[in-house]
C-alpha cells in the first residue's frame, strides 16, 4: 500500500492580542496527532500554524510557515479573506440577533 500526504490546513483568526498564545496554542493541540500519524504511516508529519489576527496581526513566523507549506500568497491576502469571514460571522449574528 501506497501511503501519500498532503498537509492538512487549519488556520486560526484570533484577537490580535491572542496571536503568539494561539500560534503554541494550536501546535500543543495537534503535536501529540503529528507524532501520532510519525508512528502509524511512516511518513514525516509536523505541525505548522498559520495564524492571522482579526485586525492583521501576524505571529513572528507566519511567512516563514507559508514558505515552508509551498504557499506563495501574500500575507495581506489572507489578513483580508480573515477580515472579511469575521465580518460576514458578525452580519448573520447580527440579523438573527
Request: hydrophobic share 40%; glycine share 2%.
Given at each position: 500500500?501506497?501511503?501519500?500526504t498532503?498537509?492538512q490546513v487549519?488556520?486560526?483568526?484570533p ?9 503554541q ?18 511518513v514525516?508529519?509536523?505541525v ?6 482579526t ?6 513566523g ?8 509551498g504557499?506563495?500568497?501574500?500575507v495581506?491576502?489572507?489578513q483580508q479573506?480573515?477580515l472579511l469571514g469575521?465580518?460576514?460571522i ?8
Open positions: 500500500m501506497t501511503v501519500t498532503e498537509p487549519i488556520i486560526a483568526v484577537r490580535d492580542t491572542r496571536v503568539d498564545e494561539k500560534e496554542e494550536k501546535v500543543d493541540k495537534y503535536q501529540d496527532l503529528a507524532k501520532e500519524i510519525k508512528m502509524l504511516w511512516k514525516e508529519a509536523r505548522i500554524p498559520i495564524i492571522t489576527g485586525l492583521r496581526t501576524t505571529t513572528r507566519l511567512e516563514e510557515n507559508l514558505r515552508t507549506l504557499i506563495t500568497t501574500i495581506e491576502f489572507i479573506v480573515a469575521r465580518a460576514q458578525l452580519r448573520k449574528v447580527l440579523e438573527h440577533g
